[in-house]
């Protein structure tokens, strides 16, 4: 019988495992309009969200393109793009 641990991964091997190929769409920042909020790095469920001084932008290695961060800008300063694999 299998555990969990050898069926989901040790704990914490999130790191290994990039989760990015399952996107359809990937957030874009514009750099435009940002009021440097931070919206977006609270936000996003995976935490890959980063940045500081109105300059964000998203480890697409692991994005999955909810798109929460773009939804939630106040200015509109992230949008949705299709994925081109």
Same mark, same amino acid.
């Given at each position: 019988?299998?555990? +969990? &641990?050898? @069926? *989901?991964?040790? /704990?914490?091997?999130? !790191?290994? %495992? &990039?989760?990015?190929?399952? $996107? +359809?769409? $990937?957030?874009?920042? @514009?750099?435009?309009?940002? +009021?440097?909020?931070? @919206?977006? !790095?609270? !936000?996003? /469920?995976?935490?890959?969200?980063?940045?500081? %001084?109105?300059? *964000?932008?998203?480890? @697409?290695?692991?994005?999955?393109?909810?798109?929460?961060?773009?939804?939630?800008? /106040? !200015?509109?300063?992230?949008?949705?793009? $299709?994925?081109?694999?």
């Amino acid at each position: 019988m299998q555990t +969990t &641990k050898t @069926l *989901y991964g040790e /704990p914490g091997s999130s !790191v290994q %495992n &990039k989760t990015g190929s399952w $996107r +359809t769409e $990937r957030p874009v920042f @514009l750099h435009k309009t940002c +009021t440097d909020c931070f @919206l977006c !790095v609270l !936000v996003c /469920p995976d935490g890959v969200v980063f940045g500081s %001084n109105k300059i *964000y932008d998203v480890d @697409l290695d692991y994005c999955k393109g909810c798109g929460i961060c773009a939804e939630e800008c /106040p !200015v509109k300063d992230i949008v949705m793009e $299709r994925e081109v694999k």
